[in-house]
């Protein structure tokens, strides 16, 4: 449905600024992205209708885990099916971490829940749920 393209380390990275830039630097996405951050050790994952960019999605691994802090899909993008597919793939990249996704997106979060995560608590305003896998003893 989408290609993917995945990018490490983008601090000086040309082509993922290219098509991230207006994000950071942007009123509009400012207001509508204010915690999004770019630093060496977060992993973007870019989904492109062809040559078009449709969403991101940004991780981040440490001691606590995965963690998906920025999913976001443009306006014109923005339907049930296409957050699907990009949850789907990014559950399905990292299935074997212990998953914990930060967000305010009611639909977002409806959608996390449906794949099996839990909520965890709120940040703020936003909500953290969390996905691991049961261990049988």
């Known amino acids: 449905m989408f290609i993917v393209k995945e990018y490490l380390e983008t601090c000086n990275n040309e082509e993922f600024y290219r098509y991230m830039g207006r994000f950071f630097a942007e009123r509009h996405f400012r207001r509508e992205l204010p915690y999004l951050i770019n630093d060496s050790e977060k992993i973007w994952y870019l989904f492109f209708d062809e040559e078009k960019l449709a969403g991101f999605v940004g991780v981040v691994m440490n001691q606590n885990g995965t963690t998906f802090n920025d999913f976001y899909l443009l306006p014109t993008y923005r339907n049930v099916s296409n957050m699907k597919y ?41 909500t953290s749920l969390v996905y691991e896998e049961t261990v049988c003893e």
């Open 86 to 126: 990009i949850a789907n793939y990014m559950f399905d990249m990292y299935s074997s971490e212990r998953i914990r996704i930060l967000s305010d997106s009611k639909e977002e979060l409806a959608l996390w829940e449906e794949l099996g995560f839990q909520k965890q608590g709120n940040k703020g305003r936003y």
